[in-house]
């Protein structure tokens, strides 16, 4: 089992940035794939970005290419994700999940095994 830590939220403005940071622990973390979420209540979590084990191959959902990147530092067993262009619809709890055994885009919930607490991230109008 691999344990993850969300950090980075907070209230912005429209049009700010924020970085989202997610430290893993007790395991290996270069050997997941890694992904982004986000959740608002009432709604089912939502897929956001995905990185591969490498950083070599990232995915984005339509509602956040060109505004966010998704990153990895295997060294430090960290995963980012930078937020810029910040609309009020991006408000949501963030979350980063991990995905031993995946291949592609992999944008469903159901792909990844571990997940963290979540980030609240607020933006307002």
């Known amino acids: 089992q691999v344990q993850l830590v969300e950090s980075g939220g907070g209230l912005v403005q429209a049009g700010g940035s924020l970085r989202l940071s997610c430290a893993a622990s007790g395991r290996t973390f270069s050997i997941y794939a890694t992904g982004w979420f986000r959740q608002v209540p009432g709604k089912e979590r939502e897929f956001v970005a995905r990185i591969s084990r490498s950083a070599g191959r990232t995915y984005y959902a339509d509602s956040v290419k060109g505004r966010f990147t998704i990153s990895r530092d295997n060294g430090k067993n960290t995963v980012y994700l930078q937020m810029n262009s910040l609309k009020p619809e991006d408000t949501a709890v963030y979350y980063c999940?991990?995905?031993?055994?995946?291949?592609?885009?992999?944008?469903?919930?159901?792909?990844?095994?571990?997940w963290g607490q979540g980030t609240l991230v607020t933006v307002s109008s």
């Open positions: 999940a991990a995905d031993p055994s995946g291949y592609g885009s992999r944008p469903e919930v159901k792909n990844y095994d571990y």
